[in-house]
């Protein structure tokens, strides 16, 4: 809990003590003269009067205090009146979590995450209108559910299913400004991707992405790059995969999906590879390893190539040439 939480609870404890103090003060004065005074009510004898009085300070400070709580507190409100709702939704959410957590530890997984589903994605042509975003929408849905259900359900996946008001919800985002803003400045991509980790028996979940087909990196840019102190214990091939994952975040924080970056592939290194060793097990200070572009980079170039093609360098302390 954070300081202001435990403040807040301090402070809430605090008038509720002392609200109950003034009540019980006020209590006892009405019962003292109530005693005092033979006082009676409804006619009853005065010391079952001074009872009931007793016994209505008490009621009081209860309804006070919980008065005080229930306004002071949303959780107080539903402890009262949710209990029961949230008591099954707890039971629930850790059915749930038993399940997941048996899938994970002995389930087969067959698609993972933000996958592609497809070998196939759709283009919609820059400047599109309306009803022709809507078509090629519809078209590449209908295309996907019948590749997905051939192509998964034999692994152990259960079909996917349209949803009532699938078509709805793909026309309206078909007819968005927001794509309509996308698509007037770039080809937009279509892709299917899995909405979750889907196992054996899960039936299959997936949801379709657009993607402006806009550069994301020209040719020869530096895209990211780290220091290596040269030393004996120096694994090249490792610090090259940890490059390869620097390009793929980086990517990512430019706009593309995972799904797009799943396969950055070295196709190029200065110098050699046996040469990086070389000079990282006998050299001294730093050196820098660095990713390149090898060619211009869009969304569509790992579906086109399978694969995001760089360049990777190793410069030695001073040199500044790019490849």
């Known amino acids: 809990m954070s300081f202001l939480d435990d403040l807040r609870g301090s402070l809430l404890i605090l008038g509720i003590v002392l609200l109950a103090g003034g009540i019980s003060y006020v209590g006892d004065r009405v019962g003292h003269q109530v005693g005092r005074k ?34 002071a507190s949303r959780d107080v409100q539903t402890a009262f009146f949710k209990l ?5 939704e707890i039971s629930t959410l850790q ?20 996958s ?5 994605y759709a283009t919609i042509p820059q400047g599109s209108g309306v009803a022709r975003r809507k078509e090629i929408m519809r078209a590449f849905f209908d295309d996907t559910v019948k590749f997905v259900n051939q192509t998964y359900v034999p692994f152990g996946l259960k079909p996917a299913r349209v949803p009532k008001g699938t078509y709805q919800r793909l026309d309206a985002t078909a007819s968005s400004p927001q794509l309509g803003f996308l698509n007037g400045r770039s080809n937009v991509l279509l892709i299917a991707v899995a909405h979750r980790n889907l196992f054996v028996n899960d ?13 994301v990196y020209p040719a020869k840019t530096q895209i990211v ?29 430019r706009g593309l999906s995972s ?24 050299g001294h200070g ?5 990713a390149w572009a090898a060619t211009d980079i869009y969304p569509h170039t790992y579906l086109q190539e399978g694969q995001i093609p760089i360049v990777v360098t190793l410069l030695q302390p001073g040199q500044s040439s790019i490849p």
């Open 203 to 215: 039936r299959i979940d997936l949801s379709l992405d657009s993607v402006p087909d806009t550069l």
């Open 286 to 290: 730093s050196y820098l390893l660095v």
């Open 259 to 282: 799904a797009l970056v799943a396969n950055i592939t070295p196709v190029s290194v200065y110098p050699s590879l046996s040469r990086m060793q070389q000079l990282l097990k006998n």
């Open 38 to 71: 033979r006082l009676t009510l409804f006619n009853i004898r005065p010391r079952y009067t001074s009872t009931i009085v007793a016994i209505a300070t008490g009621m009081l400070i209860a309804l006070a205090v919980v008065s005080v709580a229930l306004f």
């Open 225 to 253: 790059e780290f220091k290596i102190d040269a030393g004996r214990n120096v694994n090249v091939n490792l610090s090259i995969r940890q490059l390869s994952n620097a390009v793929a975040q980086v990517l990512q924080n």
């Open 95 to 114: 059915q749930r979590e038993r399940e997941l957590g048996k899938k994970v530890n002995t389930g087969r997984l067959v698609v993972g995450v933000d």
């Open 84 to 88: 029961a709702s949230v008591n099954r």
């Open 116 to 120: 592609l589903m497809t070998d196939f």
